[in-house]
């Protein structure tokens, strides 16, 4: 699975996910997230219930969900409210990404946050 981080603010996130055919993506989640297909058809499944996601159609899920879990192959935008400390910046240089890359991402990330 690939994951790569778009932009990043303190209203809003957007990451692009790639998986295929050898593992599932999943993702744990505590705000609604917004789920993006940008491939062929995925199949999404989330709280019990799984849908067929069309290309560039999208769907909401409920932070109570929690999870969700695509099988792939699957090109897919996840938008959500991010924790910039513990969703982008803490991941992005513990893999290796220097500061001033993390910062270009959007607002909030080029100092300490507060």
Not at 54 to 66: H, T, V, W
Not at 79 to 89: A, K, N, Q, S
């Given at each position: ?9 303190p209203?809003?996130?957007l ?40 290309r ?39 893999a ?19």
């Amino acid at each position: 699975m690939e994951r790569t981080v778009l932009c990043a603010g303190p209203y809003f996130a957007l990451e692009r996910w790639q998986a295929g055919t050898t593992a599932p993506l999943v993702h744990d989640f505590s705000t609604a997230l917004v789920v993006s297909n940008t491939g062929a058809p995925v199949t999404v499944e989330s709280g019990g219930r799984s849908e067929r996601l069309g290309r560039a159609r999208s769907l909401l899920l409920p932070a109570a969900l929690g999870r969700v879990r695509i099988p792939g192959p699957a090109d897919v935008l996840l938008g959500y409210l991010p924790d910039l400390e513990h969703d982008i910046r803490t991941p992005l240089l513990a893999a290796g990404h220097g500061a001033a890359a993390v910062a270009a991402l959007g607002e909030g990330l080029a100092g300490p946050l507060t």
